[in-house]
């Protein structure tokens, strides 16, 4: 019996979409991994995001450390010039965190605020006016559904022209 007084999960797929789904799967010609569907897919997101190329990955986890190799690449001689801090809030995944300091970043916390549960942007601006030397970017995570207020990121992101990245 259901005691709650809110949907826990509202199915969104039709009785045929179900249907189709299924009969995918019980295919075994299909491959629904590195296969024509995923390739349909970066093509298409592409296009929905208005950029050249999307590349799926086998995780978020894959996406992250795929992040880190190609920021640090792309900004050597910063990061060989002391531009090595990744800011991240608080309370993130180990799987956010653990690339940067594979790639000899230092890991900035910085406090989340209690409205979306990212960080606290009050205390990040404080972080940049006082370290924006040693920033090479901001790396936030999206927690629990929540979605950080991307707006205001932006604008600190362009006030103090620093990359910003985020997992949601």
């Known amino acids: 019996m259901n005691n709650y007084k809110w949907s826990l999960n509202t199915i969104c797929h039709t009785y045929l979409d179900r249907i189709k789904l299924a009969s995918f799967f019980l295919d075994i010609r299909n491959r629904w991994s590195i296969g024509i569907k995923v390739k349909e897919f970066e093509e298409e997101f592409a296009k929905f995001l208005g950029v050249k190329y999307v590349v799926a990955t086998s995780s978020g986890s894959t996406s992250n450390s795929i992040l880190s190799h190609f920021w640090k690449d792309k900004n050597i001689e910063d990061f060989n010039n002391g531009k090595n801090q990744v800011i991240i809030n608080g309370i993130s995944w180990a799987t956010n965190v653990n690339p940067w300091i594979r790639d000899g970043y230092k890991p900035i916390f910085i406090d989340i605020n209690l409205k979306d549960f990212s960080i606290d942007y009050d205390k990040l ?23 950080p207020d991307m707006n205001r990121l932006y604008n600190i992101s362009e006030k103090y022209d620093v990359k910003l990245f985020c997992d949601f």
């Open 125 to 147: 601006e404080k972080y940049l006016t006082d370290n924006l030397q040693n920033v090479s970017c901001i790396f936030i995570t999206s927690l629990i559904g929540y979605a």
